[in-house]
């Protein structure tokens, strides 16, 4: 989960999403629409006898106030919340399917902006090729698939390499937070499969962005043509929005698959080819 607003608890209620499931949260900043929704959240978790350890990583600040929660409001955890708070850019979280990455972004208070990376997966099984060096189909296979050289019952040893094709990148996805238009997201973005990026204002109110830490959608879509991402989600948008259209048409015209976020929105991430 990326940031946690107010009423988050309620939201993922109404998206029918477990609260007892695996969760790592990551707080972009201190704003209270970005944070304000970890007491609820972690309440909920409770009354629901959560006990798998939840995992919140942020800036300073963030320890401060989840440690003030727990002592001041009058509920039991049922679980261990897991505190990180990021003191540099780089990897702050490596699982074994995955790294998540951070930079510094340019907002009025010190802020992150993220990258969800996939690691690489295994290439391309060639079943036509084991069959040819005499690798019987079965368990033999399967550690050829995962890196594994097998020795034959005439011992010869084949190597994944001469079965395996070359491995295949994983998705990634780029998440802004709020953040003036900066070199390090375009870098963190590169090649990104989809970049979710701040977009609270129209291009006419480009200074008074600038100004309050965001980005127009025309920045959002600069970044994304520099980066080569694929895909582009405006977020953030401010409420005197009550269409989007004007931010979205602002940002096709620079970067065309381009979309607006909405509440619930679920958006599929095909596993790259290569």
Not at 115 to 126: D, S, V
Not at 179 to 193: H, I, Q, S, Y
Not at 245 to 272: G, H
């Amino acid at each position: 989960m990326f940031d946690c607003g107010e009423g988050t608890q309620r939201q993922m209620i109404k998206a029918k999403l477990s609260f007892h499931r695996k969760m790592k949260v990551f707080i972009t900043h201190m704003h209270g629409d970005h944070m304000l929704g970890l007491p609820g959240l972690l309440q909920t978790m409770s009354m629901l006898d959560r006990e798998r350890p939840l995992q919140v990583y942020g800036p300073k600040g963030i320890s401060d106030f989840l440690n003030a929660v727990k002592e001041t409001v009058q509920f039991g955890l049922t679980f261990p919340v897991e505190i990180y708070e990021l003191a540099e850019n780089g990897t702050v979280c490596e699982e074994k399917e995955y790294v998540v990455r951070a930079v510094t972004a340019q907002h009025v208070i010190p802020s992150f902006a993220y990258a969800l990376i996939e690691k690489p997966r295994p290439g391309k099984f060639n079943p036509e090729e084991a069959r040819r060096l005499g690798v019987p189909e079965g368990p033999l296979w399967s550690k050829l698939q995962h890196g594994e050289a097998v020795k034959l019952p005439d011992g010869r040893v084949v190597k994944p390499e001469q079965v395996v094709g070359k491995p295949r990148r994983g998705r990634k996805i780029v998440y802004s937070g709020d953040t003036r238009p900066f070199n390090g997201l375009v870098k963190l973005a590169e090649n990104a499969d989809l970049l979710v990026h701040d977009a609270t204002l129209d291009d006419s109110l480009a200074d008074r962005a600038n100004e309050e830490g965001h980005s127009t959608p025309s920045q959002a879509a600069e970044t994304a043509l520099k980066a080569k991402a694929r895909q582009l989600v405006l977020s953030h948008i401010s409420a005197r929005y009550r269409d989007p259209q004007i931010l979205l048409e602002q940002a096709r015209k620079i970067f065309p698959n381009t979309i607006v976020a909405e509440d619930f929105m679920r958006i599929e991430i095909p596993l790259p080819k290569e």
